[in-house]
């Protein structure tokens, strides 16, 4: 069996498209766009690749994307300052701290600072808290993509058992969270899988959904998925000689699943699509 493609970019295009209408909206409310800022600490490569795709996403949808940058040695104390005045600045909807940090600063303590009303990453505690109460404000974007992606693909989740590898709190918490919501993407059975779990394959062996969140190069092998299973790849590695690959081992999964994700073009392109539409939602929110 061949799985069906969980083409991501294509439903990114239709989410973006569904944003650039609100945004129009919100301007003829608003009287200007709604505004993303970017704050990138440093010169990390692949960073500086995500706050590209970010700044020109927020373009394409008639949002204004600012980026600011700060040298790699920049003080804490600068850093909360710079995030502060993003506070106040009443252009400014949402406001996203790319991470990792460098490791003198305190990502926890800068993360705090941001007001949890323009917290589009949806990493502020209030956010947090909010999610795992069931009442969501910002969701954190990688999870929120891949919910839609389900959705959208018409991928029952009610009553079935998803395994998450990984528990960072950007994605296998979240993605957990959402999951054990009620409704629509939500109502399932969920494992959550870390370092210290036992037999890891065969737990992924008795799943109906599988979202691969470990930061491993194809660890997902084909044994480790039943067969007709959906299999969702977070990952993303350079491979040797150009191209990406996931945490999943994309030709043979796709032997045994009945739909699975392409890395790249399937989780990429939807957390950037769900940026943009908390950026909007951050706009309306603060309009009401
Ligand atoms: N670094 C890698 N992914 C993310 C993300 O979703 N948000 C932020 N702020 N930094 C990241």
């Given amino acids: 069996m061949a ?4 083409d991501g970019k294509a439903l990114a295009l239709v989410v973006r498209d569904q944003v650039a209408i609100g945004s129009a909206a919100y301007r003829l409310k608003a009287g200007r766009a709604p505004g993303l ?39 804490e ?25 460098p490791s003198h600063l305190d990502e926890g ?17 209030e956010n947090a808290g909010l999610l795992a109460i069931d009442k969501p404000r910002f969701v954190p974007c990688t999870p929120l993509g891949i919910r839609e992606l389900l959705v959208a693909n018409g991928i029952e989740t009610r009553g079935k058992h998803a395994v998450i590898l990984g528990r ?28 210290a779990s036992r037999d890891v394959p065969e737990l992924t062996r008795q799943a109906d959904i599988v979202i691969a969140a470990i930061g491993k190069p194809e660890l997902v092998r084909a044994d480790w998925v039943k ?13 040797d000689g150009g191209g990406l690959r996931g945490d999943v081992a994309f030709e043979e999964v796709a032997q045994i699943a009945s739909a699975i994700t392409p890395v790249p073009g399937g989780v990429g392109p939807m957390t950037i699509a769900m940026l943009l539409k908390n950026t909007l939602l951050a706009a309306n929110l603060r309009l009401t």
Wanted: with cysteine; charged share 15%.
């Fill in 227 to 239: 067969p007709g299973a959906v299999v969702i790849d977070v990952g993303i590695h350079p491979k």
């Fill in 37 to 75: 800022t970017v704050v990138l600490v440093g010169h990390d490569p692949a960073s500086k690749v995500y706050v590209r795709n970010k700044s020109n996403g927020c373009r394409a949808v008639g949002i204004i994307g600012e980026v600011v940058n700060l040298p790699s040695d920049v003080s």
């Fill in 77 to 101: 104390q600068l850093l909360i300052d710079t995030i502060q005045s993003l506070n106040e600045n009443p252009a400014v909807d949402g406001i996203l701290v790319q991470l990792p940090l």
């Fill in 3 to 6: 799985a069906r493609i969980l």
């Fill in 109 to 125: 303590r800068i993360l705090s600072v941001i007001d949890p009303n323009k917290d589009v990453d949806g990493f502020h505690v």
């Fill in 168 to 195: 960072s709190q950007i994605v296998g918490k979240s993605m957990a969270l959402l999951l054990l919501h009620k409704g629509l993407g939500g109502d399932a059975t969920v494992t959550v899988c870390h370092s």
